[in-house]
DNA sequence: ATCAAAATCAATAATGATTATCGTTATTAT
DNA sequence: ATAATAACGATAATCATTATTGATTTTGAT
């Protein structure tokens, strides 16, 4: 893989945004300071990045799928209402992948959970 | 919610068929015996059916969402190589969401939990 | 059984997210 | 410095899904 200015400024705004943006939001913080990126250049590169490991795509929170630069293993928590995502410790879930393959005979090799609910910040406002 | 012939057969179709159609494949299967039905026809009551608690929608786990007639409590196991979607008993998984809840202080209300990996038909093939 | 209101339908246009294409530009190994 | 190639920007194309519209069914009251 080749370097490229716009790889390492999409995974630094990545880095920067822990937010968990997805490809169009961190279009569009880039294009303030580089209006000339491509969306398409965008997709490209986060998609590269996950493929190669340095970043992690998280699929079936929202619309869209969303990007993090944490590759340590953890889950997720999605607000119902502001769509926010929130780090959701590995420590926090016993060894599921492991357990359920005992338990059903599937090769699991990995296994990903979404939390759902309503953030702090939202139960206050409400 | 008025009566609707194909809301009917929309509905059967997903029981007859527990593999996890996604909306085509339950179009294609039901373009055979009704050609005059609508893609979006088996959208819209796809939706309704969800909407309503008949049915379950699953996202996350491939490109495009799939609906599952089983809405008791279960989780899923989606195969890397032939993308068949396995049920996963809910006894094989502790009360995840109270436990995350009660750890990460956050009002975690469900969750859901996609386990990955190779199906035993894959991996006899291999 | 009849008729109007409400819901649904089929067909298709529109949308939103993502990927592919293509001619140009930047990076890297020689 | 050059040639090979990977990446870029712009934009067209694709894929899944939703919205629109005018016609048809279903329902509930007469």
Known sequence: M???KQREIILET????AMHP???MVYSILHVQYPNISLA?????????T???VIRKLDGLDGSARFDHNTHK???FICAKCHRVY????????ELATQAAAQTG???ESCDIIFRGCCPDCLVKN
């Open 41 to 49: 250049t965008v997709y490209r590169n986060l998609n590269q990045l």
């Open 74 to 76: 953890h889950h997720h």
């Open 106 to 108: 599937l090769a699991v």
């Open 14 to 17: 990545l880095q920067k945004n």
């Open 87 to 94: 780090d959701v410790p590995y420590e926090v879930v016993p």
């Open 51 to 53: 493929q190669t490991g």
């Open 2 to 4: 080749k370097y490229s």
């Open 22 to 24: 997805t490809a169009d």
